[in-house]
């Protein structure tokens, strides 16, 4: 009896789908359906058609198909990734419909009219970690087209794909035109280790009144805190999972977004002193409820919950805790209700885009919060770092007395608690402003050791981290910081950026400034002009000057000067010479 013979060819696989499609389709159902199927029918199709792709299947915001030939799916990738920018040349951003698209070249199996095999998988998994509104192609795609296509194409390295047994090196197309964010990185962020990962989405409120909602937020906010100081976990940052409150969520398409396992959901009802938590753990992967519970409780047990929970999800997710941990696995802001009720009106500002206005609004909160319990360590800390904040932007009362404020807090907070993440974060920084470089690094080192799921803790370790002589180690902390806090803040852009271009890695760097400034016009700006120089790129370093006197017309260098800590002095009298050559004002 002979054996069933396998149709096999060598084909290239062009893999794409519609970045954030749930967010689009949660906002807008009808619209953006409506939109993505013009965009099919008046540009996608005729486009795949006449370089020869045969569509394979169509999985709702997603594509697969095959070529022949490496050439003729990276020509077409580069036409409708162009394309698409154009036609969403007057689209808000937020209702743009984006694309991603990775490509791989290898053996495939046929079956009926589908196709299966490592180069379908590969070109999935560089389709997920393209970037929005461009192209990922492996090595023996980059091998057969290089020179040949409209393009140039960036070595981003050996990148460890998810399932792929071995990593594949990967370039990414340089499309010139692109309207999209600029890639942040010359490579991919580093994958986690494969740990037990956690999204928390915001608890829905319950109660008639809308001002809960701070109590809601609060909640969750602290319950993400307190997971985060867990090695064995990896909990998403606050900033990406609050993108879905108050939509209907499709807990899958949450979870593959966010990068996670499973996921925690909930609802918050309060009534006069009474409480009625329901939450629910689920795993992703296949749907099913790992766990579920209701507290009816008085209002003073709300911490004694939030115990309780994280210790649950702890053994749930069979996390092996360390005796620090287990010492640190207790919520400890504050054990006064009130003054916890004024810390969650203080993140609500706290949590904005930084402003001296939002300072100055969790800076009231917080310090009411501190009037009812001046024990917290927490409220010291936090407060130590909004006067950091006022003293590198020379608000409130000035430099120097923000600065001081900053210390006095810092050490309190040090003294209630040994252990606290954000106390050493504020003296790693006021270290770095007396240029005592070295204690700078043991403090955020030690913050990074005491919260490593922070993402927010890492981007400042990263901060002080690359001025004071470890580029390399800053790299790698704001690249963790973004996998844990995928919609990241803007402001991460400029850290890494920092970071890359502290350690010589200037295309990065550039993209990393490039994007800061798409995402908050006017930031970034300097530090192009500096990287486009140092890299020798003259006239483009000349033109982020014009960008930067257009954005901020009373930029000098002396007042930027005052704004920087640097180990190495000659490297900041470069900086400053560059921004000079490029004829700023001083």
């Known amino acids: 009896m002979s054996e069933q013979r396998v149709e096999r060819r060598l084909a290239a696989i062009f893999a794409s789908d519609v970045v954030g499609y749930s967010r689009l ?246 009534s006069g002193n009474r409480i009625r938590i329901t939450t629910q753990l689920i795993d992703a992967k296949d749907g099913t409820h790992v766990w579920a519970e209701r507290y009816d409780r008085s209002i003073e047990d709300i911490f004694a919950i939030q115990d309780e929970i994280t210790l649950i999800l702890a053994t749930e997710l069979q996390i092996k805790l360390t005796d620090g941990e287990q010492a640190r696995l207790r919520y400890t802001t504050t054990s006064n209700v009130e003054a916890w009720t004024y810390w969650v009106r203080g993140l609500s500002f706290y949590r904005r885009a930084v402003t001296k206005e939002d300072t100055s609004g969790a800076l009231h909160w917080w310090e009411k919060a501190l009037a009812l319990d001046p024990a917290s360590a927490t409220l010291n800390a936090m407060l130590g770092f909004l006067h950091s904040v006022n003293a590198r932007f020379s608000w409130g009362d000035g430099r120097e007395a923000e600065m001081a404020k900053t210390r006095v807090y810092a050490h309190r907070a040090l003294e209630l608690d040994r252990n606290n993440a954000d106390a050493h974060i504020d003296l790693g920084i006021l270290a770095a402003w007396d240029e005592l470089h070295d204690e700078a690094v043991s403090h955020v080192r030690r913050a990074v050791q005491l919260a490593p799921g922070a993402a927010d803790i890492l981007n400042l370790a990263s901060f002080i981290l690359a001025p004071s002589g470890y580029p390399d180690e800053a790299v790698i902390l704001a690249q963790k910081a973004i996998v844990l806090n995928p919609n990241y803040p803007a402001v991460y852009l400029g850290i890494l950026g920092n970071a890359y271009r502290l350690s010589q890695c200037f295309d990065a760097a550039i993209g990393a400034f490039e994007a800061y400034h798409a995402r908050s016009p006017g930031f970034g700006l300097v530090d192009l002009v500096i990287a486009y120089r140092q890299k020798g790129a003259v006239d483009k370093s000349n033109d982020a000057a014009k960008r930067l006197l257009s954005a901020r017309p009373g930029f000098t260098i002396s007042a930027w000067l005052k704004t920087q800590f640097q180990r190495d002095k000659s490297r900041l009298e470069a900086d400053a010479a560059a921004l000079r050559e490029a004829r700023l004002p001083e």
């Open 25 to 270: 389709m949660a906002a807008d159902e009808e619209g953006i359906l409506g939109r993505l199927n013009a965009h099919r029918r008046e540009f996608l199709d005729p486009t795949i058609a006449a370089h020869r792709g045969r569509v394979v299947k169509r999985t709702g915001d997603g594509l697969l198909i095959e070529f022949a030939s490496a050439i003729d799916a990276t020509r077409c990738a580069i036409e409708v990734q162009e394309g698409m920018a154009t036609r969403n040349e007057n689209v808000p951003a937020a209702k743009r419909i984006d694309l991603r698209i990775g490509i791989h070249v290898g053996d495939i199996i046929i079956e009926e009219d589908d196709i299966f095999g490592d180069g379908v998988n590969i070109a999935a998994r560089l389709e997920g970690i393209a970037q929005p509104g461009g192209v990922s192609i492996s090595e023996d795609v980059w091998r057969q087209v290089n020179g040949k296509v409209a393009a140039d194409f960036v070595d981003t390295g050996d990148q460890s794909l998810k399932n792929i047994p071995r990593p594949v090196r990967v370039y990414r197309a340089n499309l010139t035109g692109d309207r999209a964010e600029p890639s942040i990185t010359a490579a991919a962020p580093p994958s986690l280790p494969e740990t037990p990962s956690l999204a928390v989405l915001p608890f829905q409120n319950m109660s008639a009144d809308p001002e809960q909602e701070h109590f809601c937020d609060g909640l969750v906010e602290d319950i993400i805190t307190t997971l985060s100081k867990l090695a064995g976990l990896r909990v998403i940052a606050r900033n990406s999972s609050f993108v879905y409150k108050g939509r209907s969520v499709d807990i899958r398409e949450a979870a593959k977004q966010l990068g996670v396992r499973y996921v925690l959901e909930g609802s918050v009802r309060k």
